[in-house]
């Protein structure tokens, strides 16, 4: 099973980024996937989740209003939109896959490599 994440980038603040997972080496059809993000020094934390079957999402407080979770089925791949991007999402972005997805990050299955995001002020 693999979670290939892309899409790092260094923006200004203000600005937008796409980053990508495609998971491979599994049938993803009844898992969900999602975005945490680690900041140096600081715990993993949720960002947004989707759920595979009514593709169900879920954001977290500081990701509502700006950021955009989505998959395309066909291609086993999950999409994180970010506008208006602040100093304070910097940091690195890891996609996971997990049945029960839900903002504790020790209780999801899979991890992509994760991809860093960077956003000057």
């Known amino acids: 099973v693999q979670l290939q994440a892309s899409g790092r980038g260094l923006v200004q603040a203000g600005g937008s980024l796409r980053l990508s997972c495609a998971a491979s080496?599994?049938?993803?059809?009844?898992?969900?996937m999602g975005w945490f993000r680690q900041a140096p020094e600081k715990e993993r934390e949720f960002v947004a989740a989707?759920?595979?079957?009514?593709?169900?999402?879920y954001y977290a407080n500081s990701a509502k209003g700006r950021f955009t979770i989505s998959r395309d089925a066909a291609k086993n791949t999950v999409y994180l939109q970010m506008n208006s991007l602040k100093p304070e999402d910097t940091g690195v972005y890891y996609c996971?896959?997990?049945?029960?997805?839900?903002?504790?990050?020790?209780?999801?299955?899979?991890w992509g490599q994760g991809t860093q995001v960077t956003v000057s002020s």
């Open positions: 996971g896959a997990e049945r029960r997805i839900g903002p504790n990050p020790d209780l999801w299955d899979y």
């Open positions: 989707i759920s595979w079957g009514d593709s169900s999402t």
């Open positions: 080496g599994h049938t993803f059809s009844s898992y969900g």
